[in-house]
């Protein structure tokens, strides 16, 4: 029995041996970074995508540097919460104010209460809000879960395919592995159909990620109370806490996040614009980083 457990323990020490060789392989790798592609590039940061793509160098190189590339064109933590806050008046999409049991941050995501029409600013909206779900992270967790009401959900309120689409491919190529769960909560009959072809973009990581919950269904309410502690979860998932959005309160935290992440990227007085100066995306230029990073 010990001799096994030496052996796992042995392999185990082996496994993140080779991982943490893989992540100095990929930093080096790596083109020169500016300051805020280094900021973001941290260790962990690289963990995760090297295990979006099964420890695989080049792979999760490649992988990287595309976010990298889209990150500096669609500059995600400069979306500021007066340029999307009309897509939250309905609470279609927000941070919850409590966690799961491992102190994972959750969104609410509600479809039925889709609000607007303009598909590139739903999905501004919603990168906004996975930023702010990172940003809102405890120490030492890296992962969120989405609980996603189908409450007043229809074909009619539902998403284009294209659109969802390009969702699951900014979650899945730029977010690896920041999400541990998305729960399906009491989707309707009708929304079997949507599924059947939107599972098709998804990879295998996250399919086994998405968690069909039906109230009725006993394995299902087990589920959520492994997850949940039933006095945080909302009623609306089968819990005992009353949840009500309350846009203008949600919007006070929102600007007082928005600071916070500023400080985080480095750019306290450059983003205090009120709105009303659009002067284009290149509000900050990048400095492009010569000295090497200390590490």
Excluded at 27 to 55: F, I, Q
Excluded at 124 to 135: D, Q, T
Excluded at 183 to 202: C, D, Q, S, T
């Amino acid at each position: 029995m010990f001799s096994r457990w030496s052996h796992s323990h042995h392999n185990q020490e082996n496994d993140s041996l080779q991982h943490e060789s893989k992540v100095k392989e990929i930093r080096a790798a790596l083109r020169p970074l500016s300051d805020r592609g280094l900021k973001y590039c941290t260790d962990a940061c690289l963990r995760r995508y090297l295990e979006a793509r099964n420890w695989n160098v080049d792979k999760s190189k490649k992988m990287l540097e595309e976010t990298l590339k889209w990150r500096s064109t669609y500059k995600p933590e400069e979306i500021r919460w007066h340029e999307i806050a009309v897509e939250g008046e309905t609470g279609k999409v927000y941070r919850a104010n409590f966690h799961d049991r491992d102190g994972r941050t959750v969104l609410i995501l509600r479809p039925g209460k889709q609000n607007t029409t303009s598909l590139d600013n739903q999905l501004r909206h919603l990168v906004y809000m996975i930023e702010n779900a990172i940003l809102n992270l405890p120490e030492g967790q890296e992962q969120m879960v989405w609980l996603i009401d189908f409450t007043g959900w229809s074909l009619s309120t539902s998403v284009p395919i294209k659109s969802a689409r390009d969702t699951i491919n900014v979650l899945q190529n730029h977010y690896p592995e920041r999400l541990a769960m998305a729960v399906l909560y009491n989707p309707p009959r009708i929304f079997e159909a949507f599924w059947k072809i939107v599972k098709y973009f998804l990879d295998a990581k996250t399919f086994q990620k998405v968690k069909f919950v039906y109230p009725k269904n006993k394995e299902s309410v087990e589920l959520m109370r492994s997850y949940f502690d039933e006095e945080n979860l909302p009623t609306d998932f089968g819990g005992k806490a009353i949840l009500e959005y309350n846009h203008e309160e949600f919007s006070k935290q929102m600007v007082q996040d928005d600071i916070k992440c500023a400080t985080l990227w480095g750019f306290d007085n450059k983003l205090q614009s009120t709105g009303t100066d659009q002067s284009g995306p290149e509000i900050t230029p990048e400095p492009i980083c010569l000295a090497p990073a200390a590490s």
